[in-house]
Every structure is written in structure tokens, then in C-alpha cells.
């Protein structure tokens, strides 16, 4: 799944054209998964104003698809691919530096960090808001703030999502959940292999 690619500003068309190029499709493959004729989907991406039908359908497919975009689509909107970790494989990265070669996922982001990567997030802690399976954005380049939402790798318990509460000296770090279960916890910033903010969430609308 992905956040929507096109910018808000453009054409449902140039949109719908995204989606098709990125994934590959040709227009009668495009149709098929949209669950419409070819001559109307060509109608569409000539400018032909969409149904509701399938502005809805798109727009739940547009987000349940996993794709990558080649280095010329990419370029024309801005994206480059990012490489989306796992929670274990977020454990196993130690230094703020560092990312296991062995991801196999990308997913297509406009983040100005060039160090950007996506962490598919794991548990019920950020929940109502955020579930398990979305994907967390982060910035490694940026230091991140009381009140944003971080993802962490802590010394003794692995990897967290929270949203992160800095003390007063600055040293102690609170962390809180959207999960009324989850209680706050406090740590010491040398407790920390890294903590970086998240840019942005990608929802995962289709569960296993």
C-alpha cells in the first residue's frame, strides 16, 4: 500500500496514469483490476471526468497496491523508492547509520531526507490511530521533538513506536502510546541506539 503519490493538485487522470505506469499495467490490465472496460479507462486518462464507482474503486486500490516506480516515473513526480525494514530487521540496525542490505520492500516517497526509510510497524500500541502492518516514514537526518511521533530502537527492549515527551534537562525521554493500555514509560537518551521522527504513515487498508 501507498500514500497517494500524485500530487493533490493534479488531474484524476495523471493520477490514474501513475498508478497504471508504476504498476506496470497496461490499460486493458489496469481495467481489469478496476473492474471496467478498457475504452472507458482510456476515456478517463484523456480527461473524461470519472464516475463515483470508480474514483472510489481507485482510490482503494491506488492504496492497497505495493509498488515500485522505475527512475523515470519516479523523477517526473518527485519520488525515489525507499527501502521498508521490518520490526526485526529495524532491531537489527544498531547504529543510526545503519540499514540491513537484505530488505526486499520499497515503497515510493517524496521525503527530502535522503537517508529516509519506512518500517513496517508491528502491535497494538499505536492503535486506534496507526495498526499493525502500516508503515512509518523516517527521518534519520532530523533530531525529533516533544510531541512527535518517533520510532526508537532502545538497548534492552528493541524496536518502538510511541510518541516521544522530552524532560526538562533534556536527558530523560518519555514515551506514550495512543493505547490507553500502554503505559508511559521514561528512559535516558544513553538507553537509545537511535530515535527518529516519522515523516509520515502509510495505512495498510487490506488486513491479512
Excluded at 114 to 135: K, T, Y
Excluded at 178 to 205: C, G, M, S
Aim: hydrophobic content about 40%.
Amino acid at each position: 500500500m501507498i500514500p497517494s503519490a500524485a500530487h493533490p493538485n493534479e488531474s484524476f487522470a495523471e493520477r490514474l496514469r501513475f498508478w497504471r505506469v508504476s504498476q506496470n499495467f497496461t490499460q486493458a490490465e489496469a481495467a481489469r483490476q478496476l473492474d471496467i472496460d478498457r475504452s472507458y479507462l482510456s476515456q478517463v486518462e484523456r480527461g473524461r471526468s470519472p464516475g463515483n464507482a470508480l474514483r472510489t474503486r481507485f482510490f482503494l486500490v491506488e492504496k492497497s497496491s505495493s509498488i515500485k516506480v522505475n527512475g523515470n516515473v519516479g523523477a517526473a513526480y518527485g519520488l525515489r523508492n525507499l527501502p521498508v525494514l521490518s520490526w526485526t530487521q529495524a532491531g537489527q540496525a544498531l547504529e543510526p547509520g545503519e540499514i540491513p542490505r537484505d530488505w526486499d520492500e520499497v515503497v515510493p516517497s517524496d521525503v527530502y531526507d535522503e537517508r529516509a526509510f519506512g518500517v513496517r510497524l508491528r502491535g497494538d500500541s499505536m492503535e486506534p490511530r496507526f495498526s499493525d502492518g502500516d508503515i512509518a516514514i523516517l527521518l534519520p537526518s532530523t533530531t525529533p521533538t516533544a510531541g512527535e511521533i518517533v520510532v526508537a530502537n532502545l538497548r534492552n527492549q528493541g524496536v518502538l513506536c510511541k510518541i516521544m515527551h522530552v524532560q526538562l534537562d533534556k536527558n530523560l525521554i518519555k514515551l506514550s502510546s495512543y493505547n490507553p493500555a500502554y503505559p508511559t514509560t521514561e528512559y535516558r537518551r544513553d538507553e537509545f541506539h537511535w530515535i527518529f521522527p516519522v515523516a509520515t504513515i502509510i495505512k495498510q487498508l487490506r488486513r491479512k
